[in-house]
């Protein structure tokens, strides 16, 4: 009779482990397929908000990856495994990755922030983490941007993000500035005008901001004159080119010189004092 009862107490444990093991099963496959369906919720959600695509497809995948965490861990549970180690355990392992790629992981941060905020966008001529260049595209973990001369870069946005970024085109327009010399003896009333009759004849020179010229200083060869307008961004670098030389090719027309630095240098002729010297103690 006592065999029979300690059979029966087996075989009752034995069939409320299985049926722990499957409801394991079951929590762990329907936490699947449901960690699944919320994440691709959360990213048609996030689609319908006009939220980047890089960024939630990042967050979908966030999502899921933390939902799965929860699922397994309450499947364990279900199956008898004691939760409290097991939580320790993953807890030191987050922190051990965590530490070992915290340089990635500060570039992921920042490469989520400057998707959600926007300081510049595809095709922007930025200054960020000391680099000149026009953005091609922007990733989780880096940023790249094409130089004036074709080259690219790839910089990490850490980089960019912990440093000043300069945008040249978020507002459209940009101010160009030039300094012209002329000489002391040129008439600067005549020089202003020439350059104003520059600035109306060029249809990129924007009317408002009104552009202008100044007398900037006095120089040691020059009177240096200070050129300011604002055109579009996409032509500065063309319509400064094209001033500059309307500029030289009027002066010269109107007589106005460009002059380059020079130095005077007076020569006293005469004997050094060593010679002098010596020619009083020979006599």
Same mark, same amino acid.
């Given at each position: ?25 079951? !929590? ?25 695509? !890089? ?41 051990a990755i965590g530490l070992a790629l915290q340089g990635s992981l500060s570039n992921l941060a920042w490469g989520v922030l400057l998707i959600v905020f926007r300081p510049f966008r595809i095709g922007d001529f930025i200054k960020a983490g000391g680099v000149d260049g026009t953005v091609e595209s922007v990733n989780l973990m880096h940023t790249l941007l094409v130089l004036p001369d074709n080259r690219e870069a790839v ?129």
């Amino acid at each position: 009779m006592h065999d029979f009862l300690a059979r029966l107490h087996f075989s009752e444990s034995s069939i409320t482990l299985l049926i722990n093991l499957a409801l394991a099963l079951l !929590t762990l496959l329907v936490g699947l397929w449901l960690s699944a369906r919320v994440a691709n919720f959360a990213r048609r959600a996030m689609r319908r908000a006009n939220v980047d695509e !890089t960024l939630s497809g990042f967050l979908r995948n966030l999502i899921n990856g933390v939902l799965i965490a929860l699922i397994v861990v309450m499947a364990l549970q279900q199956a008898g495994v004691p939760s409290a180690p097991l939580l320790a355990a993953l807890g030191a392992g987050g922190l051990a990755i965590g530490l070992a790629l915290q340089g990635s992981l500060s570039n992921l941060a920042w490469g989520v922030l400057l998707i959600v905020f926007r300081p510049f966008r595809i095709g922007d001529f930025i200054k960020a983490g000391g680099v000149d260049g026009t953005v091609e595209s922007v990733n989780l973990m880096h940023t790249l941007l094409v130089l004036p001369d074709n080259r690219e870069a790839v910089v990490p946005n850490a980089k960019i993000g912990s440093d000043a970024i300069i945008n040249f085109n978020r507002r459209g327009t940009r101010r160009l500035e030039l300094k012209v010399g002329i000489g002391y003896r040129d008439d600067i009333g005549k020089a202003m005008d020439i350059i104003r009759a520059l600035f109306a004849a060029d249809a990129r020179i924007l009317r408002d901001p009104e552009p202008g010229v100044w007398t900037d200083s006095l120089g040691e060869s020059a009177v240096v004159l200070v050129l300011r307008a604002y055109v579009r961004s996409s032509d500065v670098w063309a319509t400064q080119a094209d001033l500059l030389r309307g500029v030289k090719e009027r002066f010269d027309a109107a007589g106005i010189s460009i002059p380059y630095p020079q130095r005077e240098l007076t020569v006293v002729q005469g004997r050094l004092p060593s010679e002098s010297a010596a020619g009083a103690s020979g006599g």
